[in-house]
């Protein structure tokens, strides 16, 4: 598992970063892209004056896919230092095909545009998150034992050492919960359990006791067509319904029954040769996953450092490599993987 921040740095950038987040409800008429260096700087004229936003990778992303202008092409501005000429496209599309959106910004020396989102959005932010679980985490056996916010993402991972149990002899694994929320839009809410593996501290992640895509009732615009963006009394009182169910999911996710059946699973997969090469195996968690050649190449590297050929040693393998990877993002990605090569059957590893 991939090291984290401390719980208490967390905290203190958590709210750190919802002093700096202001939402606008925005009719795309009412955006000015202006170049500023390789990039471009967006101004939104709204009811309560001028913000100036530079948006993110990400939220040019958003920009780019809403209007059908492939990423590449956006990259390829940017990397020539082409300003002017992707203001130039932004500017034609705003106008020419108009909607009302949501934009997710953050203040600061320089304004920043973290999303560019449809009026549909609901906003579940991390701050309320962790507001509601970490309470819940707060008890006699349960540890966060990695947690993070990323570009895009925020995410806490926690176990259990009250709900144990041994896949093989001295292999003892822990009940957990793996917790992942994006604000701008990259995925939806997901609360999921997890294995956590004592010898080498490896989490596997399996499936998704909770997934909230976040999206809810439109969004009315002020008339002049800009407007900052607070959420009414109803879509408060809907989300602290919310937030009471997140919290009965987290601790559901860690309850002895459900770790019972994974680790069921687990064991048989341990009793699983795996009728293969270690080349030939590896070949097909990379093909199934998308796996690049370097985790390819780590697969197989952990596979024969544990000459474990069955189908339990694999998962390890995978799950393993996620302490290497050179992002949080792709690190959880790759505990999810493990989750989902457990639940591949023997027969498709076999050669063929």
């Known amino acids: 598992m991939i090291e984290g921040t401390p719980l208490s740095q967390l905290a203190q950038q958590l709210i750190a970063e919802r002093q700096k987040q202001r939402d606008f409800v925005a009719d795309t008429r009412r955006l000015t892209p202006h170049p500023v260096g390789a990039g471009v700087s967006i101004e939104l004229q709204h009811t309560d004056g001028t913000t100036a936003v530079a948006p993110t990778r990400f939220a040019l992303g958003q920009i780019a896919s809403h209007y059908k202008i492939p990423m590449a092409y956006v990259d390829r501005m940017t990397q020539a230092g082409a300003g002017p000429l992707l203001a130039q496209n932004l500017a034609y599309w705003f106008a020419e095909q108009p909607?009302?959106?949501?934009?997710?910004?953050?203040?600061?020396e320089t304004g920043e545009l973290r999303a560019f989102l449809s009026r549909r959005y609901r906003p579940l932010d991390n701050y309320e998150l962790a507001e509601a679980v970490i309470p819940q985490l707060e008890r006699p056996g349960v540890h966060v034992v990695?947690?993070?916010?990323?570009?895009t993402h925020f995410y806490l991972q926690a176990t259990?050492?009250?709900?144990?149990?041994?896949?093989?002899?001295?292999?003892?694994?822990?009940?957990?919960?793996?917790i992942a929320n994006s604000e701008v839009g990259a995925s939806s809410l997901r609360i999921s359990p997890m294995v956590y593996r004592l010898i080498c501290t490896n989490g596997l992640i399996s499936g998704s006791e909770l997934r909230q895509h976040h999206v809810g009732r439109g969004?009315?615009?002020?008339?002049?067509?800009?407007?900052?963006?607070?959420r009414d009394e109803t879509c408060r009182a809907v989300d602290r319904a919310f937030w009471l169910k997140v919290v009965d999911t987290v601790d559901a996710a860690m309850n002895e029954a459900l770790f019972g059946q994974l680790v069921d699973k687990l064991r048989v997969a341990a009793g699983e040769p795996l009728d293969a090469k270690p080349s030939e195996i590896v070949e097909v968690v990379a093909r199934r996953f998308?796996?690049?050649?370097?985790?390819?190449?780590?697969?197989?590297?952990?596979?024969?450092?544990?000459a474990d050929w069955t189908r339990y040693g694999v998962v390890n393998a995978v799950t393993?490599?996620?302490?290497?990877?050179?992002?949080?993002?792709?690190?959880?990605?790759?505990e999810r993987i493990g989750g989902e090569v457990l639940d591949l059957p023997a027969s498709a590893f076999s050669h063929n």
């Not at 002899?169 to 822990?174: F, L, T, Y």
């Not at 393993?320 to 790759?334: K, M, P, Q």
């Open 290 to 306: 998308g796996l690049t050649e370097v985790e390819q190449d780590g697969v197989l590297h952990q596979l024969a450092l544990g």
């Open 320 to 334: 393993r490599i996620a302490e290497d990877s050179a992002t949080y993002d792709r690190a959880v990605e790759l």
């Open 160 to 178: 259990s050492d009250r709900v144990t149990a041994e896949v093989r002899r001295g292999d003892i694994v822990q009940a957990g919960v793996v």
């Open 99 to 108: 909607s009302t959106r949501l934009l997710r910004t953050r203040t600061g």
């Open 146 to 151: 990695s947690a993070r916010i990323t570009d």
């Open 219 to 230: 969004i009315d615009p002020a008339d002049d067509g800009a407007s900052e963006f607070y």
